[in-house]
């Protein structure tokens, strides 16, 4: 029986993601004179606000030029891009998805920035750095996959240095209420580990950080939301956008997320954190 990372892995990969981002981009590159990591933004930031929640993440922990980055569960390395490029950070993410690696890695070659940003595939929960190591961290939508998030944050905590910020942005249970599946981050519940965000504030004290903020962003979820539909309805089927990394089923997707968001019972939340 396969494991549950290896399943939740499974989930994620595409198996034709590069030649898929690489044709999107190439249409993308010839009607846009942007950066090309905004080019790519609407791909490579798999969580729920896309760029606008990255950002919203970045100002709250302090980044600056040479702090030492880990994003953990990083996707493709959009969000670690980003930090690179305008805050001048060095960035080590991981991810369970060997593919995600792969193209990531791919793209910061591409864009210029693998000297600043290296993508690793392997766990979370046995994160393979050296303690007291990194300056900052962050945590786009991955809680969602790790039950243990205990064990989670006591890895986290280890590799940070003391005073270090941490920033979570997760699904997180805000109200009562079966979900409907399947959702970005999972087929069906056996996968889904959605919880409160009284339990994630429990488990990062007992795991030696000082919860600093707690902010639900059901708003911010329901707006970008409303924008993806409308800029379809207008302009059809982006080129590069999250469908690509969705899969077939990227509507469903999509509209359960706004279903179960819009009844009240998940938002997407911002949980800042300290190392003690």
């Known amino acids: 029986m396969a494991s549950l990372e290896a399943k939740v892995a499974g989930h994620y990969t595409h198996g034709a993601l590069q030649a898929a981002i690489e044709a999107g981009w190439a249409t993308v590159r010839a009607h846009s004179k942007g950066a090309p990591v905004d080019q790519l933004a609407g791909v490579d930031e798999f969580h729920i606000g896309g760029r606008v929640a990255t950002e919203m993440v970045c100002a709250r922990i302090d980044l600056g030029p040479g702090l030492k980055v880990l994003d953990i569960g990083c996707g493709l390395g959009g969000a670690a891009r980003f930090m690179a490029s305008r805050f ?16 990531g890695n791919g793209l910061s070659r591409e864009v210029g920035l693998d000297s600043k940003v290296h993508l690793t595939q392997g766990s979370a929960l046995n994160l393979q750095y050296e303690d007291a190591y990194f300056d900052r961290a962050t945590q786009f939508h991955v809680g969602m996959n790790i039950e243990d998030k205990a ?20 699904v997180m249970r805000v109200g009562d209420g079966t979900l409907d599946y399947p959702v970005a981050w999972a087929e069906e519940e056996t996968t889904s580990f959605v919880a409160a965000a009284d339990a994630y504030e429990a488990a990062l004290v007992a795991t030696g950080f000082r919860v600093v903020a ?13 924008r993806m539909k409308a800029r379809m309805a207008e302009h059809g089927t982006p080129p590069l956008g999250l469908h690509l990394v969705m899969g077939k089923d990227a509507a469903t997707k999509v509209a359960n997320m706004v279903q179960n968001i819009a009844r009240g019972a998940i938002a997407p939340v911002l949980m800042l954190a300290s190392k003690a």
């Open 151 to 170: 064990r989670l944050f006591a890895q986290i905590a280890r590799v940070l240095k003391p005073g270090a910020l941490f920033a979570v942005y997760d």
């Open 214 to 226: 707690t902010e639900p962003q059901g708003d911010l979820a329901l707006a970008f939301f409303a």
């Open 88 to 103: 001048d950070v060095e960035v080590e993410g991981i991810d369970l998805t060997p593919e995600y690696v792969e193209v």
